[in-house]
Structures are given as C-alpha cells and as structure tokens.
Nanobody, 115 residues
Framework: QVQLVESGGGLVQPGGTLRLSCIPS????????MAWYRQAPGKPRELVAS???????FYTGAVKGRFTISKDNANNTLSLQMNSLKVEDTAAYYC?????????WGQGTQVTVSP
C-alpha cells in the first residue's frame, strides 16, 4: 500500500503564505495523477488542485491565481504553494494519488488562516 506523507501546514495570518509538501512511499512516477484536496469543518472534501497524467493542471476557482501545484521528480515531492491566504482557506489539506484502480490518501495537514 502506497503511503502519502504531507507536511507544511500551520497557522498564518491573512495574506500570508504556506507551502505544503507530499512525499509518496513509492516513486512519484508510479502515481500518474496527484492532487490536493481540503476539508473545512462541517463541509465536504473538495478538490483544490490537481496534476494530471499528461501534465495538465487544474485549480478550483477559489484558489486560481493564488495557489500553485507542482511536482519535483528529483525530490519525489508534490507541492502546493499557497499565497495570499484567506480565512476561508482554513481546512485540513490532503494529498491524493491515483494509479489505475488504486486511490491513495495522506493523513492530512491542518492549515489555519487567522488574524
């Protein structure tokens, strides 16, 4: 079973920045599709950004222009650079990977944006 380990969450003021990282227990080349989801209290989990098998990127409208998803093959890492953070970005952020019928999730990292 592939494991995904996230890091980089924390407490930041509005307008601040954070960078989340996700390192899989296998080569990142073995996971064609990778994404970041988030879940705020009382809300369903939502897709934030994804890195498709063809290199195609997706961002949900609420983060477009502020967040950047990237893959670092040399360091086997998926990252999410989050700039201009807003209070409404507060959530647990999860790394997701898909390979065929297999669907992998990290344990989540908390991002809290508060004055």
């Amino acid at each position: 079973q592939v494991q995904l380990v996230e890091s980089g969450g924390g407490l930041v003021q509005p307008g601040g920045t954070l960078r989340l990282s996700c390192i899989p227990s296998t080569s990142i080349f073995n996971i064609p599709y990778m994404a970041w989801y988030r879940q705020a209290p009382g809300k369903p989990r939502e897709l934030v950004a994804s890195f498709g098998s063809t290199g195609r990127l997706f961002y949900t409208g609420a983060v477009k222009g502020r967040f950047t998803i990237s893959k670092d093959n040399a360091n086997n890492t998926l990252s999410l650079q989050m700039n201009s953070l807003k209070v409404e970005d507060t959530a647990a952020y999860y790394c997701n990977g898909k390979s065929g019928d297999d669907d992998y999730w990290g344990q989540g990292t908390q991002v809290t944006v508060s004055p």
